[in-house]
């Protein structure tokens, strides 16, 4: 039974940790499988978009500007997808 509960307990440790990063389930499912170790994993899990000039994370998922090197992103020239 307490084994059950600690699983429960890591896939809902690995979600949170991989839902900040637009990654959940993977964090769920790492979580479940590798225990503690997984929820160290899902810190490296990050799906989120990436800014074609500067590389930064952009949490919104279109933004208009890059909050890292303020490039437009609908200029014409870059556009994410």
């Known amino acids: 039974m307490e084994i059950l509960l600690l699983w429960l307990v890591f896939a809902i440790c690995g979600a949170i940790i991989g839902g900040r990063r637009n990654a959940a389930l993977g964090g769920c499912l790492l979580g479940v499988l590798l ?37 437009s992103l609908w200029d014409g020239r870059v556009r994410i997808e």
């Open 35 to 71: 225990g503690p170790l997984g929820c160290l994993v899902a810190l490296g899990l990050d799906h989120r978009a990436q800014c074609p000039l500067c590389g930064g994370r952009l949490e919104v998922r279109r933004p208009a500007m890059c909050p890292h090197c303020r490039s």
